[in-house]
Antibody
Framework: QVQLVESGGGVVQPGRSLRLSCAAS????????MHWVRQAPGKGLEWVAVTFFDGSNEYYADSVKGRFTISRDNSKNTLYLQMNSLRAEDTAVYYC????????????????WGQGTKVTVSS | EIVLTQSPATLSLSPGERATLSCRASQSISNFLAWYQQKPGQAPRLLIY???NRATGIPARFSGSGSGTDFTLTISSLEPEDFAVYYC??????????FGGGTKVEI
């Protein structure tokens, strides 16, 4: 079954860290760029970060640059998002998403999304 | 950063009616635009990629058009399950990839 399953969300105090995971199945994970996209409560979608299919490059939204790190383990078919120095404004549902085309630029439409994991940053 | 402006913010229609959603880019993005549908409590679903290509399994009542700065998502005849929020997203100039603010299609 082709799917993405996120985990690792929860309630965390400002300034603390959290690591999200996204387990992929049903497709050749190592062939596709992968992204994290978030959605604050009642708000729209915000792109967070991307890692290329082979992990050779990564890019971040300015809002998370220097605090978040995206990574992947192609041997485990898993994507990660290490979130440090969390702020209240990082509160959101975090989705992992797969790009449409393999081996491409990694900036494509997202044809597969996980169900999301909720992160709440609050004291 | 490319800004995508969606209009209207809310579209009130009835089943069977035609829905026309607009997405305008702050600069030309060629045809590098996608449309997504999101229902409450669910992840977004890809409808259209590269402005006019329907994603796998998407019904023919959904169509996309446009290029440059002006894009349209049309739902030819609304089904009850089509009432949702719709987002556009550009991939022409990145990072960052950017999304529009969304259009809610309501009954």
């Amino acid at each position: 079954q082709v799917q993405l399953v996120e985990s690792g969300g929860g309630v965390v105090q400002p300034g603390r860290s959290l690591r999200l995971s996204c387990a992929a199945s049903g497709f050749i994970f190592s062939s596709y760029g992968m992204h994290w996209v978030r959605q604050a409560p009642g708000k729209g979608l915000e792109w967070v970060a991307v890692t290329f299919f082979d992990g050779s490059n990564e890019y971040y939204a300015d809002s998370v640059k220097g605090r978040f790190t995206i990574s992947r383990d192609n041997s485990k078919n898993t994507l990660y998002l290490q979130m440090n120095s969390l702020r209240a404004e990082d509160t959101a549902v975090y989705y992992c998403a797969k790009v449409l085309y393999s081996y491409g630029s990694s900036a494509d439409a997202f044809d597969l999304w996980g169900q999301g994991t909720k992160v709440t940053v609050s004291s | 950063e490319i800004v995508l402006t969606q209009s209207p913010a809310t579209l009130s229609l009835s089943p069977g009616e035609r829905a026309t959603l607009s997405c305008r880019a702050s600069q030309s993005i060629s045809n590098f635009l996608a449309w997504y549908q999101q229902k409450p409590g669910q992840a977004p679903r890809l409808l259209i990629y590269d402005a006019s290509n329907r994603a796998t399994g998407i019904p023919a009542r959904f169509s996309g058009s446009g290029s440059g700065t002006d894009f349209t998502l049309t739902i030819s005849s609304l089904e009850p399950e089509d009432f949702a929020v719709y987002y556009c997203q550009q991939r022409y100039n990145w990072p960052p990839l950017t999304f529009g603010g969304g259009t809610k299609v309501e009954i």
